[in-house]
Nanobody, 125 residues
Framework: VQLQAFGGGSVQAGGSLRLSCAASIRTFSRYAMGWFRQIPGKEREFVGVINWSGGSTYYEDSVKGRFTISRDNAKNTVYLQMNNLKLEDTAVYYC???????????????????WGQGTLVTVSS
């Protein structure tokens, strides 16, 4: 199983980026998919999660209304649309896959079975 996150880069505050995560999982449509982020020296932080069908999403409070997770099961890909980016959104962003595809709230990192390599998002003033 491989998860490859891409789409990171540098953007000014108030700008937008869309991250993608391509998964080489045969049964991708059964997995919940999450996004996390990490700043050096800090623990990995939950950003959001989407259930197997795309029908349910949950977000960390600071990104609600700005970030949107979606998925395309036909393409084995999950997306993180980030709008109105803030300086504090600067981090390495990771995608993760949880074989228990049902989601009823935010999930801790240890619930996820597979992780991508991370993509850096830098927000500047």
């Amino acid at each position: 199983v491989q998860l490859q996150a891409f789409g990171g880069g540098s953007v000014q505050a108030g700008g937008s980026l869309r991250l993608s995560c391509a998964a080489s999982i045969r049964t991708f449509s059964r997995y919940a998919m999450g996004w996390f982020r990490q700043i050096p020296g800090k623990e990995r932080e939950f950003v959001g999660v989407i259930n197997w069908s795309g029908g349910s999403t949950y977000y960390e409070d600071s990104v609600k209304g700005r970030f949107t997770i979606s998925r395309d099961n036909a393409k084995n890909t999950v997306y993180l649309q980030m709008n109105n980016l803030k300086l504090e959104d600067t981090a390495v962003y990771y995608c993760a896959a949880d074989s228990y595809g049902v989601v009823d709230g935010p999930l801790p990192a240890n619930e996820f079975d597979y992780w991508g390599q991370g993509t850096l998002v830098t927000v500047s003033s």
